[in-house]
Structures are given as structure tokens and as C-alpha cells.
């Protein structure tokens, strides 16, 4: 089974619509992150959490919201979809070991998000 | 400012061709990690390596080759000998002390039979 879960994989919506993408991990990590990614932008970071109690926008955070039910589970909202906001939606993960100054960031499959 | 750039857009080889992907960075930090991840057509990401900033020995894994040069500021990235199975998106990414990662914009390879 996958690390990193994301679901719905694939969603078409409409303008306006409240939107919930899901994101579940067995890695165990404390860090997890929301990205966006673009054709020709790369991804960019719209939230990230280090733990449940913690929450941080990234660059692109307008228009999303999230929420950290549980080391292992965090979601992204976009209350009220648009147009701009149709692209492919990666969650990921990583671990930060005390002792240590580095982690890497495992990413999910992703969900391709379409907003009509 | 573009903390990562990857001024190849697209790359395209006939199989069994070397192929080199640039990456140069921009950071004030000390101490940052560099990162390179896969992205096949199915469109996971796929971590490949990451290399701290102290430590600039070149890396090999099998048909991949890194090497990384911080007098200008570069993480490049070879394939040799490269096979179909090669062709994907690879995005460079560096991480500084605020432990988020910076993308650049990605390097589409297509490796023709």
C-alpha cells in the first residue's frame, strides 16, 4: 500500500463549489504539506503543518484553507472554487529526526482538480 | 525572485544518448539541501536524491550522476545511456533553513526509441 494517499484522484467542479481534497499517511511524519503545481511553474507550497497543532500558509494560500485532524491526515478546502484554481494537487510528507538538521519530502499521487 | 531555475524546458534524445539537466539555485543560506525528483508520465513525484550543502562530492546511482558545484551555484543532473522508461519531468528543488522547498519549473526529458 501507498506511503501517501490522496483522494479523490481526479474531481471536476464548478465555479463556486466547495471543494474538500484529502490527504492520509502510514509513514508516520510529523511534517506535511499541501502544493499546487502548474504547467511550467513547478509546484508551488499553499500550506504546510509540522503537527497537529501547527498550521502555516505557504506562498499561494489565498482562496485554500486546511485542517489537521490527526498526525496522519490533513486536508485542503477551497471554499469556494474557481477557474484559476484548476490544476494538479500533490500532498506530502516528511520526517525531521531530532539530532539530525535535514528531511526529505515524499510526495502522494496527487488529485488533478478541475474547476468549471 | 526564482530561487531555482531550470532554463531547459525540454530535452529530447534518441535512447542510449547521455542527457544532462541544469539546475542552478540562489540562496544566501549556509547551510540548504538540493533535491531532484521524478515525475513519470503517470504524474507521481519520485524523490531521486538530496545533497546537503557541505558536501560536494558527485553522486553516482546506476545510470544517474549528480554533480554539484556550489563555486556557481549548480546541481546538474545526468542520465546516461538513456532508456524510454527515462522519459519523465524532473524538477530541481532546494530547501533552506525555513525547511520549505522551492521548485524550479521542471525539465521535461522524452527519450525516443
Known amino acids: 500500500d501507498a506511503d501517501v494517499t490522496q483522494t479523490p484522484r481526479n474531481r471536476i467542479t464548478k465555479t463556486g463549489k466547495r471543494i474538500m481534497l484529502e490527504c492520509s499517511q502510514t509513514k508516520g511524519h510529523d511534517r506535511m504539506y499541501w502544493y499546487r503545481q502548474d504547467p511550467g511553474l513547478g509546484l508551488r507550497l499553499i500550506y504546510y503543518?509540522?503537527?497537529?497543532?501547527?498550521?502555516n500558509k505557504g506562498e499561494i494560500s489565498d482562496g485554500y484553507s486546511v485542517s489537521r485532524q490527526a498526525q496522519a491526515k490533513f486536508s485542503l478546502s477551497l471554499e469556494s472554487a474557481i477557474p484559476n484554481q484548476t490544476a494538479l494537487y500533490f500532498c506530502?510528507?516528511?520526517?525531521?529526526?531530532?539530532?539530525?538538521?535535514?528531511?526529505?519530502?515524499?510526495f502522494g499521487p496527487g488529485t488533478r482538480l478541475t474547476v468549471l | 525572485a526564482q530561487k531555482v531555475t531550470q532554463a531547459q524546458t525540454e530535452i529530447s534524445v534518441v535512447e542510449k544518448e547521455d542527457v544532462t539537466l541544469d539546475c542552478v539555485y540562489e540562496?544566501?543560506?549556509?547551510?540548504?539541501?538540493l533535491f531532484w525528483y521524478k515525475q513519470p508520465p503517470s504524474g507521481e513525484l519520485v524523490f531521486l536524491i538530496r545533497?546537503?550543502?557541505?558536501?560536494?562530492q558527485n553522486e553516482i546511482s546506476g545510470r544517474y550522476s549528480w554533480n554539484f558545484q556550489k563555486s556557481t551555484s549548480s546541481f546538474n543532473f545526468t542520465i546516461t545511456a538513456s532508456q524510454v522508461v527515462d522519459s519523465a519531468v524532473y524538477f530541481c528543488?532546494?530547501?533552506?533553513?525555513?525547511?520549505?522547498?522551492?521548485f524550479g519549473a521542471g525539465t521535461t526529458v522524452t527519450v525516443r526509441a
Open positions: 540562496t544566501r543560506d549556509t547551510t540548504y539541501y
Open positions: 506530502a510528507t516528511s520526517d525531521y529526526p531530532s539530532g539530525t538538521n535535514t528531511d526529505t519530502q515524499y
Open positions: 503543518s509540522f503537527d497537529v497543532k501547527d498550521i
Open positions: 545533497r546537503n550543502s557541505f558536501d560536494e
Open positions: 528543488a532546494l530547501r533552506e533553513v525555513d525547511y520549505k522547498l522551492s
